[in-house]
């Protein structure tokens, strides 16, 4: 037996809680069968259904487009994401599953309300440079909170953002790009991307979280290792990013505050409206009551293959110790 395993197993009699601490202390993952906190277990499943969630319901703004796009080769492009985006859902559903809550109790708290799903879905894709700016500042602002997540604490969060961060990162690219044909197109299509950029970037950058002071979780979180870096460092971040990547587009940022911060290194940025962000994360977004109802309505209309595929399961499973 390695030696620190026998380090952790000897304390662990003594003192879970301190075994537990000590292992993500020491950066080691924490597995399903692993003793872990009560808490630990609950933010998880909070989070990480949370985040499932947001894949699932992000993937409406967009498949609002897939008959509409301007060509075969973009509409490929957006199937191929919208597809990804229901596989990072079910990575995560799955990965939610080790810690003891079923799908069925997730899609439950999804459809009552109870669970949240990121603010940003709840905003309305008007034009064709929307899909082009959810792929770059959403995905862009997913991407920053998501790679510190493959350090995350739990293994198989960890494991699954591994891949979505893969994808994620190509979505980014695929959206920066179709703005950069726009931005290079007329008048008109040059005014549609500024529009969508008007439209999306406060919102995008509200989907980190409120600012570090009014986060609930953040300072546990942080202690267990399941958040690696604050609301507010991703957030900072982000904004360096796109700052920079704005100017390769000829566009602007809608925010008159921001700016060059020579003596911190990072560009200072406005006050984002936090009653916008409690008011669509509270259910009265543009589109919340709309996202809702479309995936209650998928559940419902779903019933029959779910009920299907339990009837093939459950006569495999027959002919199987029927053989035996
Ligand atoms: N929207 O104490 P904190 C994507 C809630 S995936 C709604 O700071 P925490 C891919 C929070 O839940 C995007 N609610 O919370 C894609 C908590 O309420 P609760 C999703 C929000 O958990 C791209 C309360 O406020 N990504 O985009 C939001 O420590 C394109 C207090 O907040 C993830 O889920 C919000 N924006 O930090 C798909 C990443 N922010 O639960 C399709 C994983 C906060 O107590 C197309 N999650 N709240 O009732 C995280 O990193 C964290 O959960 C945070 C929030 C950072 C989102």
Redesign the pocket.
Same mark, same amino acid.
């Given at each position: 037996m390695p030696k620190f395993v026998a380090k952790f197993c000897y304390m662990s009699i003594q003192n879970p809680e301190k075994i537990f601490q000590d292992k993500v202390d020491a950066e080691v993952r924490i597995e399903p069968k692993d003793w872990m906190p009560e808490k630990y277990r609950q933010t998880l499943i909070?989070?990480i259904s949370?985040?499932a969630h947001?894949?699932i319901v992000?993937?409406l703004p967009?498949g609002n487009w897939i008959s509409r796009a301007p060509s075969l080769k973009r509409k490929q492009i957006l199937i191929a994401k919208v597809q990804d985006?229901a596989g990072?859902g079910l990575y995560l559903y799955s990965a939610a599953e080790t810690l003891g809550i079923t799908r069925d109790q997730m899609y439950d708290q999804l459809h009552s309300g109870k669970a949240?799903?990121?603010?940003? *879905?709840n905003y309305p894709t008007l034009n064709w440079a929307d899909m082009g700016t959810?792929g770059w500042l959403?995905?862009g602002?997913?991407i920053m909170?998501?790679v510190p997540?493959c350090r995350t604490s739990f293994g198989p969060y960890s494991r699954a953002m591994i891949r979505v961060c893969k994808e994620?990162s190509f979505?980014q690219r695929q959206g920066f790009e179709a703005l950069l044909v726009l931005s290079k197109g007329n008048p008109d299509q040059r005014a549609m991307v500024q529009d969508a950029i008007d439209r999306w970037w406060w919102p995008s950058l509200?989907? *980190?979280?409120?600012n570090d002071s009014e986060?609930?979780?953040?300072e546990q979180?942080m202690k267990w290792k399941i958040?690696r870096f604050s609301?507010d460092e991703l957030r900072q971040r982000f904004v360096d990013m796109v700052a920079e990547q704005v100017k390769l587009l000829g566009m602007t940022l809608p925010d008159p505050d921001l700016k060059w911060n020579e003596e911190r290194k990072h560009y200072d940025f406005g006050t984002i409206n936090w009653d916008e *962000?409690w008011n669509?994360?509270n259910g009265n977004g543009p589109c919340n009551k709309q996202r809702l109802d479309a995936r209650k309505n998928a559940w419902e209309a779903g019933a029959w293959v779910r009920e299907a595929a339990q009837a093939h399961a459950d006569k495999r499973i027959n002919r199987k110790q029927k053989a035996a």
């Open positions: 909070r989070q949370q985040h947001s894949e992000g993937m967009e985006e990072h949240k799903y990121s603010s940003i *879905f959810v959403v995905d602002a997913a909170n998501q997540l994620e979505h509200m989907m *980190f979280g409120p986060s609930l979780h953040s979180s958040k609301n *962000f669509v994360v």
